[in-house]
């Protein structure tokens, strides 16, 4: 691989790198479908024909190539050599990051969003990103600068669905300046939290306030709740994964848009 | 620290070891605190009182030597060399393992159980344990011998709860047929599910069996299994993470069994 090429894909490693050029590194099947499905931008593709089966991510190759991005073929060494997994699927690519304005986001519908300040774990974030988009939320906001979404460990994580999601970077000045003026709801969830979650009832625009692993919610995103529920919790361990307990309040506020299919597809 | 000892314990990181002892290593305050209130028997403890700050685990150092077992106090540095963790915590105990036979489980109650067969990832496992304890499931059934809890990232991941969760090990050919003999329910959990998770009652005794990370519950598994349930996914991510699946199918299940606080504790 050309040196030029490949030091330019390492450095968005780096955080300020990824800051600095509003780019990212996508790198795996999962990803790299989510991103050309969702019809993200791409700058560059690198990928090997024999490392790479899917065939659904070659025609993506393929027509990517056909319509101008600059795709070049590497042999499997030089590929492994750029790739940051464990095991080299065969391709990666550069592509641009999309944010949401803060004041572009609809709330007019009954949308449902989360947000985080600061999740200390790559694979809890990426987690937090699966589950809001499969489960149907509209997109994630990141209140603050602690957390970065295009990180590759909350990439590979997310199975890809960053690139599905409406991303929002805010302060937590705006943040609450904005739910408050267009009348969101921000529910904040916490062991300490007043009102249980099952009896959280999803009407009008609300987001999900996630806090910390280690400490939950701060004293100050406390205060810009809304409300507050609790999952009730009945072991000895005191809190649940972060993840998980957003998979249980997203659970409750969005399944009622699932279709109720009168018979499921057949086992197999 | 005497080589002999610090010799046991390292090899206690290997499974072969683990199995041939019936003991396990654990370590850090969440784990030694679920041990210490579970009236985990310890062979014997390590620590080092400038590292160790929580009062309730020093307390129970002291009495765990009281009682007779043995208590190794070393120097900073000492422990940290024996520490897996990022963070030498200043606590870390052999205990013996602890297992409950399938004929002893109570099918008689509505219980609830959860059942793995692979779980790749020691922090999905892990995850999977602390959710079943805190939801208030009386314990996780491992069929077959691919996974096991007593890994140091699976204790770490657990928070402790290992400690707190009846767990059994068994085999396919015995767990369906004690689930036939004794009218358990094995509800599966899979994308392709013939039933909604939010149809699902909670009568009788229930085991909720999880698939692998990557290709869900084998032919065999599902064949094992007396209903198969989905939880709806909208979104382009096909899947959810099996953790977050297992909370979600969980907290459905076992939620009625929390009291309805009339007014949560206050927030702070």
């Known amino acids: 691989v050309d040196s030029a090429i490949a030091g330019s894909i390492r450095r968005l490693r780096a955080r300020d790198e990824r800051e600095r050029t509003g780019r990212f590194v996508l790198e795996g099947v999962a990803p790299f479908l989510h991103a050309c499905r969702a019809s993200v931008a791409l ?40 790739s940051e997994t464990a095991r080299a699927s065969g ?10 304005a803060l004041e572009r986001l609809d709330t007019v519908r009954g ?51 960053v690139c599905d999601l409406e991303l929002t970077r805010t302060s937590r000045y705006a943040f609450t300046s904005w739910s408050r003026a267009r009348g969101v709801r921000i529910v904040g969830t916490s062991p300490r939290g007043e009102r249980d979650a099952r009896d959280l009832v999803s009407t009008g625009p609300i987001v999900v306030l996630l806090g910390d692993e280690r400490v939950g919610l701060s004293a100050s995103a406390m205060a810009s709740c809304t ?9 000895r361990c005191d ?11 997203l659970h409750q506020l969005l399944v009622r848009r699932a279709p109720r299919a009168a018979s499921g597809q057949p086992r197999s």
């Open 227 to 235: 409300e507050c529920v609790r999952i009730p919790i009945v072991g």
């Open 43 to 82: 700058d560059r593709i690198v990928w090997n024909r024999l490392l790479l089966r899917n065939p659904e991510a070659r025609a993506f190759v393929r027509s990517r190539k056909r319509e101008g991005v600059p795709t070049l073929h590497v042999a499997p060494d030089a590929f492994r050599d750029l």
């Open 239 to 249: 809190s649940l994964n972060v993840g998980v307990a957003a998979g249980i309040v």
């Open 91 to 100: 391709v990666l690519a550069v592509a641009r990051q999309r944010w949401t």
């Open 111 to 161: 949308t449902v969003r989360v947000a985080v300040e600061r999740i200390r774990s790559a694979g809890n974030l990426g987690t937090i990103l699966r589950t809001a988009e499969a489960l149907g939320a509209e997109g994630v906001l990141f209140v603050g600068g602690a957390s970065d979404p295009f990180e590759p460990a909350v990439i590979r994580a997310s199975m890809g669905t």
